[in-house]
């Protein structure tokens, strides 16, 4: 491991540590429930940027994958019972398999064709819900939530350090992507599908495998939404919304680099959470788009793009990296 | 692996976009070493066979055999795996990265896959960066290359893939005469290396100091082969050329 590495995992191990010890020491529920929502979304956005910042694809279906994983894990509960890492576990799978099967489908579409192939299965799974009454139907479901395990003494601190985990995971997978030989691959796919392919690199497989990984991660943090809310709904849970932030908080932050995601998401889902707290949560979408505009107008690589070029420039004036 | 001489045979090769012909019945051989080219007006089918052979484009009719093996429904990369390797006709730059990353990427895909992709992949990078007088843009951005630059990268970047045959889709395109001398000697020295060669330009004169033996297509059909000199005399050249 070099030391970059030793960095990252020491500041991960920061991370869970400072939400372990929130979860004992701070006592205001809603704290972990605006948290959570943050971190649902570093999830999300990570996820997104793999195929959609590294590889160059859009993807518009974030609510699908979503919205999968909450119903696989209405599913689990309804028929086994299953426990929540299990009902994780098999969203995940889930999410994958969908992301390779819709890959697979739509991947051999480029541009503009790949993202709205995307916004129909959202559509396509959304209608199949609402027409489902095992899993509620249109109506949604309510979950009972089963007793807190030790050493947690509620279900929504318990869930937040769940979601805390599934964050760092995606953080790890899409850093390992990014700096291996994966990564490199897609970018060659992102700046030149025909020229990456004549140098080597096996662009369908590559982009499977991202879709599928991508897949995975959203199914995963779709399953704790059920025992989040108590309550599923396929509106709420394939909520256009949830595409809409998982694009615009990559493209915020910076999609070359792993950090961006997680600052777009970070920023953003803060800044939501407070408006909803302050003034309306219908103000939410029009922070996300006002914000979106002004940076693919004026940064349109992120804030990352903008710390590099402010790095670059003071270099060029003589500084010291 | 085959005890034949010919390193690529292009067998009856045809390729129709729709109702339009682009390449009809088309046959030949490259020997192993030789320094092919391929000469043809505009829209006669030559980049049409490139892709054909680089698997860009898959060919309707008949085959494609590399050093012995059938390769027609191979995928590009594949081919690619197998040896042979591409330079465009418009450069294709991997433009988010440097020039160094830009051969990093066959080198790991290619050359070093079996060990992981961990090999040293960088120092080779730059082996083959100095080879092409490119050395001192390493760590340039690809997308601040002058046009020659542009075209040795590409070069560059085919040549990490360690190709049995290269094939430069129209590298001189564009360039000044010196530069087209430049580039004629990095063709020259890799030939040496034992690699074989498809030359595709419409510069006549690089095509004719160049190549051991030319083909010239037109309208998708082989009209003449021959030495670069009995080539120019061919009347049916003429004619394709100047219309006369």
């Not at chain 1, 299953?82 to 541009?111: D, E, F, H, Y």
């Not at chain 2, 050093?67 to 465009?88: K, V, W």
Request: hydrophobic share 50%; net charge positive.
């Amino acid at each position: 491991m070099n030391e970059r590495s030793w960095t990252f995992w020491v500041g991960a191990a920061a991370v869970l540590g400072l939400a372990l010890l929130a979860a004992f020491t701070v006592k205001n529920e809603y704290f972990f429930f605006a948290a959570y929502v943050v971190l649902q979304f570093v999830v999300l956005a990570t996820a997104w940027n793999i195929l959609g910042g590294y590889a160059g694809y859009v993807n518009f279906g974030t609510s699908a994958f979503f919205g999968v994983g909450a119903y696989i894990a209405v599913m689990m509960i309804k028929a086994v019972n299953a426990p929540l890492g299990l009902q994780i576990l098999a969203a995940a799978a889930v999410g994958g398999v969908m992301g390779v099967s819709c890959g697979l489908l739509t991947l051999r579409l480029r541009g503009i064709f790949f993202s709205i192939a995307t916004v129909a299965v959202a559509i396509i799974l959304e209608t199949v819900i609402n027409n489902w009454r095992f899993v509620g139907g249109a109506t949604g479901v309510q979950i009972l939530r089963p007793p807190v395990m030790e050493p947690f003494d509620s279900y929504t601190k318990m869930i937040f350090v769940v979601a805390a985990l599934l964050a760092i995971l995606a953080v790890a997978t899409a850093r390992y992507i990014q700096t291996s030989w994966i990564g490199r691959g897609l970018r060659a796919i992102r700046d030149n599908e025909e020229a990456a392919e004549c140098a080597g690199v096996p662009t369908l497989k590559l982009k499977l495998l991202a879709c599928a990984v991508s897949g995975a991660l959203m199914g995963a943090i779709g399953a704790p939404l059920a025992m989040y809310q108590s309550f599923v709904e396929p509106a709420s849970a394939f909520n256009l919304n949830y595409s809409v932030s998982a694009l615009a908080m990559p493209i915020i932050g910076g999609t070359s680099h792993w950090i961006g995601p997680v600052i777009g998401a970070v920023l953003l889902g803060s800044v939501q959470q407070i408006v909803t707290v302050t003034i309306t949560s219908e103000l939410n979408v029009m922070v996300v788009g006002v914000l979106l505009v002004v940076f693919v107008v004026g940064a349109p690589d992120g804030i990352v793009g903008l710390f590099n070029k402010y790095w670059k420039r003071r270099r060029g004036a003589g500084g010291k990296p | 692996m085959s005890t034949d001489e010919s390193l690529l045979r292009v067998q009856n090769v045809s390729k129709n976009f729709g109702g339009f012909a682009a390449l009809t019945q088309v046959n030949i051989n490259v020997a192993r070493g030789e320094r092919f080219g391929l000469i043809g007006p505009n829209g006669s089918g030559k980049t049409t066979l490139i892709n054909c052979i680089s698997g860009a484009l898959r060919n309707d009719g008949g085959n494609i055999v590399f050093a012995g093996e059938e390769i027609s429904g191979l995928p590009a990369y594949q081919r690619t795996r197998r040896g042979i390797a591409r330079s465009f006709q418009i450069p294709r730059p991997f433009k988010s990265m440097t020039v160094l990353e830009n051969l990093v990427v066959p080198l790991e895909f290619v050359a070093h896959r079996g060990t992981l992709h961990k090999g040293d992949t960088r120092a080779e990078a730059m082996h083959i960066l100095e080879g092409m007088g490119l050395a001192d843009k390493a760590d340039t951005s690809s997308s601040q290359l002058s046009q020659v630059e542009l075209r040795k990268m590409e070069l560059a970047r085919a040549m990490a893939a360690r190709p049995q045959l290269l094939i430069s889709d129209e590298a001189m395109a564009g360039l000044s005469g010196n530069e087209v001398t430049e580039v004629l000697d990095i063709l020259f020295k890799l030939n040496a290396t034992g690699i074989t060669i498809i030359m595709i330009e419409h510069i006549m004169q690089a095509v004719m100091r160049f190549s051991q033996r030319v083909i010239c297509l037109d309208a998708g059909e082989i009209i003449c082969e021959g030495t670069p000199e009995s080539i120019v005399q061919d009347p049916n050249v003429q004619k394709a050329y100047l219309g006369v």
